[in-house]
């Protein structure tokens, strides 16, 4: 009988994840880079970014406010067809990933509140003191955003990762949605990295206070949020946004990202940063434009020629970088074998 009844409450708690997950489809969902929030920001932004070609007498301002926002040429390009059929895809799968990076993450959390607070309090007041969440919520912020600065450099510079990241730079075309063209082996390694960097952060505030938390408006966490706000949704479009040079320091805006994107030789490996440009102001792989520049988008060789389209579908946008992996390691293989001879 008690069995039954865990099986009935288990139930509607099931029910709840599957209609979540579900929900999460949708560009509503609260942790998503595709909250409302950020779509907003992009028809705002994108009107002022349309306002000020037309004032200007730019060409891109000659249309309408439509023509320039959403492209029909690059929405409804074949890349972009793969931005949507990845998306889903990786939606699929999502779950069954979340299931074994957050598992991660807990063990890594229980670890260090453990050695910190000498085991996990079993009693807490529910709630942080405001400046401890403020703590939380900005070291969470930089211990996420340099997980993301390592997994995205080290996926450029390690050729057996590179065909893993190499998708979503084979986008020919930036809209919202190529943001989520990303392999699962990609967000897998981002999963475990982010484990690794946000366990201590986590681990500290929980040992300590026996409860995690980051503040949170509109039901969206504050610093999400601000990087919405801040045209975080336009980082994959044509529409150039700059912070100017000042800022660029310290915020990674939606020009500097598109310059990563870029073919263009003076633009390879730079720009790795997310929300903070400090990481690459650091390590020396920060770009600051000039002014606005003329970009493609695409995956170049060394000399800044683009190279053929090879995610042309689902199934070679996933199964491409397995034979690419597989061709990096046994080069490696053939090379070391030669260093040692
Ligand atoms: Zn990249
Ligand atoms: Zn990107």
Redesign the pocket.
Known sequence: MQELARLTEAIPEEAQRLAHWAWSLLPFDAGSRLHWSGLIAFFLLGTAAWLFARRQGHAEGKGGLADFLIPRSMYFSRSSLVDVKVYFANKLIEPAMGIVTSGVQLGLVIAVAKLVGGGVHGESSGALPWTVLALATLLAALAGDFAYYVT?RL??EHPVLWPF?KL??SAEYLTPLTAKRNHPVYELIFGFVSALFLAPVMGVIFGLFGVYDTATLLGLGVVILAFNAAGGALRHSHIWIDYGPVVSRILISPAQHQI?HSCAVKHHDKN?GLIFAIWDWMFGTLYVPQGRETLEFGVADAAGVRQAQVHTSLTSAYLVPFAEAGEALRARGTSSRVMAE
């Open positions: 995205h996926h450029h990241h979503h730079h990563h790795y």
